[in-house]
């Protein structure tokens, strides 16, 4: 299994970046797939999350109305689009996956719901 994160970069604050994670997973469909980020001395935070059949997503407060979060099963890829960033973004970005069997359960918040993890990539937003 192999999650592979990309995107990351510097931009000013009120810019965008999208991410996106290919994922290499059997049936990439019915797994749950999410973002968090996390910065120097802080625990990983959950930033959002979509079931397999992108049925429903969920967002963290901090990035709702900023951030989409959304999936290509024919690519096996997820996606977070990220609008008027701030400098408080700033983050390492990780993408990971958790297994559902099935195309509508809730996406899950938590880091230790998820089993599979990404490399991380590295977002700077400055002011």
């Known amino acids: 299994v192999q999650l592979q994160a990309s995107g990351g970069g510097s931009v000013e604050a009120g810019g965008s970046l999208t991410l996106s994670c290919a994922a290499s997973?059997?049936?990439?469909?019915?797994?749950?797939m999410g973002w968090f980020r996390q910065t120097p001395g802080k625990e990983r935070e959950f930033v959002a999350a979509?079931?397999?059949?992108?049925?429903?997503?969920n967002l963290a407060d901090s990035v709702k109305g900023r951030f989409t979060i959304s999936r290509d099963n024919a690519k096996d890829t997820v996606y977070l689009q990220m609008n008027n960033l701030k400098p408080e973004d700033t983050a390492v970005y990780y993408c990971?996956?958790?297994?559902?069997?099935?195309?509508?359960?809730?996406?899950?918040?938590?880091?230790?719901?998820?089993?599979?993890w990404g490399q991380g990539t590295l977002v700077t937003v400055s002011s």
């Open positions: 990971a996956a958790r297994w559902s069997g099935s195309f509508r359960e809730t996406p899950r918040t938590r880091v230790e719901e998820y089993r599979y």
């Open positions: 997973l059997h049936t990439f469909n019915k797994y749950i």
């Open positions: 979509i079931n397999g059949g992108s049925v429903s997503t």
